[in-house]
């Protein structure tokens, strides 16, 4: 089975027509196993009970922003190593460097095109095709 059939992606993200649009953009990159979560406390109550092999998260989103779920991830053990990459319509140094300090994998800029998800997702797991 290829690693774009077994890798479980979690796409986290307030808005619903941007989580759409990451999910299409990942299925026609041949992913096929994504979970949704509408925000952060929802992505890691997920991430405790089904975990995902990988994180998309927007970076602005109420109750818990993307830097915030990141630290959450990351603080606890069993999915503390997940590969972690945030989506922004403004990629702000401060935000991206408090990211980096936590452990962020990488980011990509909305709006985006689905080679530009594929080679940020290829910076993290490797050559998918």
């Known amino acids: 089975m290829s690693l774009l059939a077994q890798l479980r992606i979690l796409v986290v993200d307030d808005t619903t027509t941007s989580r759409l649009l990451v999910r299409d953009a990942l299925e026609t990159l041949g992913f096929r196993n994504i979970q949704v979560a509408a925000d952060g406390e929802q992505a890691m109550k997920m991430m405790m009970t ?7 998260s927007d970076m602005n989103m109420p109750k ?6 990141l630290h959450a991830i990351r603080t606890y053990k069993p999915t503390s190593r997940t590969p972690f990459m945030i989506l922004t319509g403004s990629p702000d140094r401060a935000v991206l460097d408090e990211g980096r300090k936590l452990g962020l994998n ?6 985006f095109n689905p080679d530009q998800l ?12």
């Open 50 to 56: 089904t975990p995902s092999h990988l994180i998309i």
């Open 106 to 111: 990488n980011y990509l800029t909305k709006p």
């Open 118 to 129: 594929r080679r940020a997702l290829e910076a993290i797991v490797g050559r998918l095709h």
């Open 64 to 69: 818990m922003n993307g830097l915030q779920l």
